[in-house]
């Protein structure tokens, strides 16, 4: 079985992890992914809940017509005090805990947030599910901290090393896993494969960066997101 863990599109504010709609771009990456994956033999679509990544989904569905399933469980790593802030706001008052989280010593939780332990938690039974649903090919929509998170967790990473997981996980890019059924193992064949968005530069993390914010502020929002 093979599943795809889709990083949403982009979001239609620079604020950190608040529930709102695709940008015109965001909407963009989706159609380009879902122009990819309908040569694909999507079983079903799933999703987390909240508005990007059900956006994400229903436009890639637009061009694979299967079933759609939705859970929380999927839902983005809660960034705690840090959501609703603006990336200057983050870098002024919380440049001491991204100093630690760097240093990799363990796996810290965002201030009354999660950390990756925590995710894991609540995003494996629901990868549990999907490997156990009968299906061969599936897309899920989620969100980068999940992404990173399931990948330290089946290459069997301490969740401290998170941020070594690339610098960008680009919007709509695919990480793929194969679930192989004889041991209950998760085997990463690649991860972030944005090659569908190559051909329009400006959909991607380094033309989102130049639009609409500084250098400085662009390395925490990479590294939260």
């Known amino acids: ?25 965001g909407r963009r ?15 079903a679509v799933w999703s987390s809940d909240l508005i990007r990544a059900c956006e994400t989904a229903d436009i890639i569905n637009e061009k694979l017509h299967a079933p759609r399933m939705i859970r929380e469980g999927l839902r983005e790593i809660s960034f705690g005090d840090l959501e609703g802030l603006s990336d200057d ?4 008052r919380y440049a001491d805990f991204f100093a630690a989280r760097a240093s990799m010593k363990e796996d810290l939780p965002y201030p ?5 332990a925590d995710v894991i938690r609540r995003a494996v039974p629901v990868m549990d599910e999907i490997a156990k649903s009968g299906a061969k090919t599936v897309a899920v929509v989620t969100h980068g901290g999940v992404i990173r998170s399931l990948v330290t967790h089946y290459l069997h990473m301490d969740g401290a090393y998170v941020p070594l997981l690339a610098k960008h996980l680009e919007n709509c890019g695919i990480t793929e896993f194969y679930y192989r059924e ?34 400085e502020s662009f390395t925490v929002y990479s590294l939260i997101f």
Request: charged share 30%.
């Open 29 to 43: 990456q989706a159609e380009l992914l879902g122009e990819r994956l309908k040569k694909e033999s999507i079983d």
């Open 1 to 25: 079985m093979r599943i795809y863990l889709i990083r949403h599109g982009r979001q239609n504010s620079p604020l950190c992890n608040v529930n709102v709609p695709l940008s015109d771009a």
């Open 182 to 215: 004889s041991d209950g193992e998760m085997l990463l064949n690649r991860f972030n494969d944005f090659a569908h968005l190559m051909d329009e530069p400006e959909l991607l993390r380094g033309g989102w960066g130049e639009l609409i914010m500084s250098r």
């Open 89 to 92: 706001v983050i870098m002024e």
């Open 112 to 116: 009354g947030g999660e950390n990756a």
